[in-house]
């Protein structure tokens, strides 16, 4: 019975069969002049996931856009235009919809899954068998999921130059403008001497006058100025002893196994008196000098890192208390008198 | 060639005969053991390097190294997304047969700078198939014959192969499919889980 009628029709417009125009429009709907299906094409059957034959298209589908409707006449009103539609199985799902009349009072309406189609395919368990061979919905799901696998590859790949490239920031031991050590090549050190038990000398180097040759000459002569002030302290380095930049003007030098306070004091002199040399940069003559606050490590202290570079501050902060250009070995008597901060 | 490639031999190497191997392998082709990214384009020199390193390391014949890998492509678990995308070509293995035409031209839809060699399709008289592999690299023809194996146990369908004439770059593979339905096949659904 059902399909002689569906086949009728079918026939009576262009001789197709039911079965091929459901292979053609494999989510069509036929409806007769009243707005019951008379076929319903076998993929929007598997999705409906009952016989739609004879219901009412209003049970079966809701129009949203342009205007909703409630019976053919208001369906056939809005022949050839595009159609926005919902299934009553699933009314999140907006799919697409294009309808035409036919000659005996009814309507042809097809569906398509539009911008749903992904979510489609796996809620209703699609298979190729469910597209037309001619639609590239199938072509557009394989663009989808190969595109997703070549950007999962490209983020993988982001990932791990971006880890490369924190990794090399983070084992970059090197101060860039005056190659010396930075602050974490300074810190591996002082750890690896305190876990030796190792004996040292901490000197804290702070430029005197250095923001003036930055300030009245530019950054330029400023950035030549404390290249060359590395410079000097490199060659009074042994190759036991580090020297790092820690800051704008700021040095570190650590001295393996000098712990005698009148020694390390000579030392320090001896670097003030260099490093006050005129230097000449650019044609200008520029004249800096440098307080030195010195903390010592004996065999037998416990102490941390933190703390040797505290006690190093605080004597530089005595030093420069008294007139810059000073030397003064940490001691703790210095402790109680030359920061209010130290206790 | 492509990064694609040149890792998926590197996959194929490690994977198959351990990390050890394709370690030597990458060092005596030079290299970095590190391997290819496969979003990346590499001197074909290098691909050439790593498959004769590779030969020289496992003692095995070239065209056997080439074919493994095509099967490898398809049949290991952590290339499935390669499975599924030749699985959109049909339906039934006769429909994947007839979708290797667009093959090269499907693989640019999702990385445009991957060349593929020319694949062309016919029926021989006896109801068997031939493709005609044109093209890209020598011995690609080895690939597509263990891919197709694959793909073949993959749609459950029996088939034999062999590769012939093969000469200026271009080789013939021969399909003489047996039977379409020999076993049930892997399942496919077009829904990943992407």
Request: proline share 4%; with cysteine.
């Amino acid at each position: 019975m059902r399909g002689t009628r569906q086949e009728g029709v079918a026939n009576s417009m262009i001789g197709l069969t039911g079965t091929a125009l459901g292979r053609f429009l494999p989510m069509h709907l036929c409806l007769d002049p009243v707005g019951r299906v008379r076929q319903a094409g076998p993929t929007l059957e598997r999705i409906a996931g009952v016989d739609l034959v004879d219901r009412p298209f209003t049970e079966i589908l809701t129009l949203r856009r342009p205007t909703v409707v409630s019976d053919i006449g208001g369906l056939l009103a809005l022949e050839g235009r595009p159609l926005k539609l919902t299934l009553a199985v699933a009314p999140a799902l907006p799919l697409k919809g294009l309808v035409a009349g036919l000659p005996d009072g009814g309507a042809m309406l097809d569906i398509s899954m539009g911008i749903s189609l992904i979510e489609a395919v796996s809620r209703f368990e699609l298979t190729l068998g469910d597209f037309s061979p001619t639609d590239l919905a199938v072509e557009l799901l394989y663009l989808h999921e190969a595109k997703s696998v070549v950007s999962a590859e490209l983020r993988r790949l982001a990932q791990r130059l971006n880890g490369a490239r924190v990794s090399a920031e983070q084992e970059a031991a090197t101060d860039t403008l005056t190659g010396l050590a930075n602050r974490r090549r300074l810190e591996a050190t002082l750890a690896r001497l305190l876990g030796q038990g190792r004996p040292f000398a901490l000197m804290q180097i702070d430029l005197d006058y250095f923001k003036l040759v930055n300030d009245s000459h530019g950054h330029d002569v400023g950035d030549a100025v404390l290249r060359e002030v590395a410079h000097l302290l490199r060659a009074q380095c042994r190759t036991q002893d580090l020297v790092a930049r820690i800051g704008g003007d700021e040095f570190v030098m650590i001295l393996a196994d000098i712990v005698e306070p009148f020694h390390l004091a000579r030392i320090a002199d001896r670097l003030i008196r260099q490093i006050e040399e005129p230097i000449h940069v650019g044609g200008f003559e520029c004249r800096i000098s440098a307080s030195i606050g010195v903390a010592v490590r004996a065999r037998q202290d416990a102490s941390d890192a933190k703390r040797i570079m505290r006690e190093a501050d605080i004597a530089l902060y005595q030093s420069k208390g008294t007139g810059r250009a000073r030397v003064t070995v940490f001691s703790p008597t210095a402790d109680a008198t030359g920061d209010p901060d130290a206790a | 060639m492509h990064g694609l490639v040149n890792r998926a031999i590197q996959c194929f190497l490690s994977e198959t005969y351990g990390r050890e191997c394709w370690t030597r392998v990458a060092r005596a082709a030079e290299v970095d053991p590190g391997g290819f990214e496969a979003m990346m384009s590499y001197a074909d020199e290098l691909t050439e390097a790593v498959l004769e390193s590779a030969v020289a390391r496992l003692d095995l014949p070239r065209e056997m190294i080439l074919e493994d890998l095509g099967t490898f492509l398809v049949s290991h678990p952590d290339l499935e997304p390669l499975r599924r995308l030749l699985r959109f070509g049909g339906e039934t293995f006769l429909d994947f047969l007839f979708s290797l035409d667009d093959l090269p031209e499907r693989a640019r839809l999702a990385v445009p700078d991957l060349e593929l060699p020319e694949l062309e399709l016919a029926e021989d008289a006896e109801g068997g198939f031939a493709i005609r592999c044109k093209g890209s690299w020598p011995g690609a023809e080895f690939v597509l014959q263990g891919m197709l194996r694959a793909m073949a146990d993959d749609y459950g369908a029996l088939v034999l192969l062999d590769v012939v004439d093969r000469e200026g770059g271009e080789a013939t593979v021969t399909i003489s499919l047996l039977d379409s339905a020999f076993h049930e096949g892997r399942s496919f659904s077009l829904a990943g889980d992407l």
